[in-house]
């Protein structure tokens, strides 16, 4: 394990990057640091291809509406037949808030339909009604049992799940997908979409651990690590979402 290195592809970092989602690589680097794992992160911005075979993760964060909308037609553009291709292949594709809703078929925003890359049968369509803001607690089950993420939600868009399309996790506290369904984000193979900030792995390390040892396909268990202020930090934010 110590010879293998975490390959991550960052799209669009300097665009799509609201709600502190940068911290999200950066807790995946130091994870990977304190167990030997080497660490590598490439950028892939406006008009660059993305190379499915050269990465274990691709890792696509939250925008605003303008800068979305420009990283949508280009994702289309120069990167859905790679990406396709990547999540073929059992490659990690973890997508947040904005990044999320580009992973389906579309998002409507009044007389205005940005594409998405329809990795996932999904859509979104900005819909009268307030925004879904709040902390958020949801159940998952990543195939070891029960266990709950926390975030932090903030969303005009309300998105839809095909019946081809499951969804990452029941909603315990917050709003999720539409504020109805009763159910948050999505989960296709190992490709996985949510509406969570905050940002999302430090609030929940074994969620960064399940991440990078599935982009390694690695059936070794990662080295324990001393996990006391992750932990606290995990609880907490279940406290503040009333859990």
């Known amino acids: 394990m110590a010879n293998r290195a975490l ?4 799209l669009y970092p300097d665009l799509m990057n609201i709600y502190a989602d940068r911290g ?3 807790l995946l680097e130091r994870r990977c640091a304190w167990r030997g794992i080497g660490f590598r992160v490439v950028a892939a911005g406006l008009g660059d291809a993305i190379d499915p075979d050269a990465h274990d993760l ?3 964060g939250g925008a605003q509406d303008r800068d979305q909308a420009l990283c949508a037609q280009d994702m289309v553009d120069t990167k859905r037949d790679a990406l396709h291709a990547a999540a073929g292949a059992g490659k990690v594709v973890l997508a947040v808030c904005g990044g999320y809703q580009l992973l389906g078929h579309f998002y409507e925003l009044g007389d205005e339909r940005i594409p998405g890359v329809g990795l996932v049968d999904l859509h979104t369509i900005r819909e009268d009604g307030p925004r879904l803001i709040g902390n958020v607690a949801i159940e998952v089950d990543l ?6 993420l926390a975030g932090f939600e903030n ?4 998105t839809r799940l095909g ?7 029941r909603v315990l506290r917050g709003h999720g997908n539409t504020g109805a369904s009763g159910f948050e984000g999505v989960l296709a193979g190992s490709v996985i979409g949510t509406y969570l900030h905050g940002p999302l792995l430090p609030k929940n390390a074994w969620f960064a651990d399940w991440l990078i040892a599935t982009a390694l396909a690695t ?12 932990d606290a930090a995990h609880a907490d934010a279940l406290r503040v979402a009333g859990v």
């Open 163 to 169: 019946p081809a399309a499951t969804p990452l996790g």
């Open 155 to 158: 969303h005009g868009g309300r």
């Open 143 to 148: 195939g070891d049992g029960p266990r709950v």
């Open 58 to 60: 691709f890792y696509i």
């Open 219 to 230: 059936d070794q268990p990662l080295a324990p690590l001393d996990d006391a202020l992750e």
């Open 24 to 26: 999200n690589l950066l």
């Open 7 to 10: 390959r991550v592809c960052a």
